[in-house]
T-cell receptor
Framework: DTGVSQDPRHKITKRGQNVTFRCDPI?????LYWYRQTLGQGPEFLTYFQNEAQLEKSRLLSDRFSAERPKGSFSTLEIQRTEQGDSAMYLC?????????????FGSGTQLSVL | AQKVTQAQTEISVVEKEDVTLDCVYETRDTTYYLFWYKQPPSGELVFLIRRNSFDEQNEISGRYSWNFQKSTSSFNFTITASQVVDSAVYFCALSEAGGSGNTGKLIFGQGTTLQVKP
């Protein structure tokens, strides 16, 4: 399977706990994106990386959220002290980063439920 | 501000009917890119089509076609002879070139749920 892989597919946690998600992009892709999608809405941009550098963060990404891409390969998204409002689908996407209109390849997402 | 609006929340058609999904966008950039993605129940968004702001030629690709009109800031998407497998949520998205080049960041609409009945 050469697509974008996300782990876990589902995560249930209690309010106040920390959670970490992993994303493995397509191997030759330089760019990696995190999006959040709530029920009935379109995905909202959170942050993106060009290789290991985090180049942009959305206002949606509070200080409880942190993302890393240590070696320019896989990425992790950590949420500290989770709140019920964090419940959503977290989507990862990747792209080559070589053309202006290039498409993103998405993973199947991690569904987070905060109880 | 950048914004994408999909006014149709849900559409239901019978198989083999044609269906058009509407998309209206707002941007201040003169160079931008428009996309349609499909999200089946599995959750993974799948790229369908894209169009550059400087090319208003409308095209057909298989059963898919699109109508891009800058004058009305619309980028509508049509599926011809719909099939049950087309049932999914469809998202229109906007990407801007920006002053420092294209980041690839997408602004999505709210999505239109298409149900194709047999």
């Amino acid at each position: 399977d050469t697509g974008v892989s996300q782990d876990p597919r589902h995560k249930i946690t209690k309010r106040g706990q920390n959670v970490t998600f992993r994303c493995d992009p397509i191997s030759e892709h330089n760019r990696l994106y995190w999006y959040r999608q709530t029920l009935g809405q379109g995905p909202e941009f959170l942050t993106y990386f060009q290789n290991e550098a985090q180049l942009e963060k959305s206002r949606l990404l509070s200080d409880r959220f942190s993302a890393e891409r240590p070696k320019g390969s896989f990425s992790t998204l950590e949420i500290q002290r989770t709140e019920q409002g964090d419940s959503a689908m977290y989507l990862c996407a990747s792209s080559l980063g070589r053309r202006e209109d290039e498409k993103l390849f998405f993973g199947s997402g991690t569904q987070l439920s905060v109880l | 501000a950048q914004k994408v609006t999909q006014a149709q929340t849900e559409i239901s058609v019978v198989e083999k009917e044609d269906v058009t999904l509407d998309c209206v966008y707002e941007t201040r950039d003169t160079t931008y890119y428009l996309f349609w993605y499909k999200q089946p129940p599995s959750g993974e968004l799948v790229f369908l089509i894209r169009r550059n702001s400087f090319d208003e030629q409308n095209e057909i690709s298989g059963r898919y076609s699109w109508n891009f009109q800058k004058s009305t800031s619309s980028f509508n998407f049509t599926i011809t002879a719909s099939q049950v497998v087309d049932s999914a949520v469809y998202f229109c998205a906007l990407s801007e070139a920006g002053g420092s080049g294209n980041t690839g960041k997408l602004i999505f609409g709210q999505g239109t749920t298409l149900q194709v009945k047999p």
